[in-house]
């Protein structure tokens, strides 16, 4: 997971890894929640296919958007297309 406040970039952020199960979920809503909260974002990048499997399945993929390399999330952030939304 990376995150960013408006008019940031990835650079100075680490990677931020998480657990697949049901507290891992939980805790990537609680996060995406504050991000909001902040006027901050969340992307998610190189999910493994069986994790981005699930997250399709169980609609997270709607919830959190998704990048096959951080470097993939940077250039969305700075195209706007991952601007903050709630769901």
Request: hydrophobic share 45%; aromatic share 6%.
């Amino acid at each position: 997971m990376v995150t960013r406040s408006p008019g940031s970039s990835l650079r100075g952020w680490r990677p931020w890894t998480c657990g697949a199960g049901t507290s891992g979920v939980t805790v990537l809503i609680a996060a995406r929640n504050h991000a909001l909260a902040a006027d901050a974002a969340i992307a998610l990048a190189a999910l493994p296919e069986r994790l981005a499997r699930i997250f399709r399945m169980v609609g997270l993929d709607q919830v959190f958007p998704t990048h096959p390399t951080a470097r993939d999330a940077e250039h969305a952030w700075q195209t706007d297309s991952d601007r903050p939304t709630r769901h």
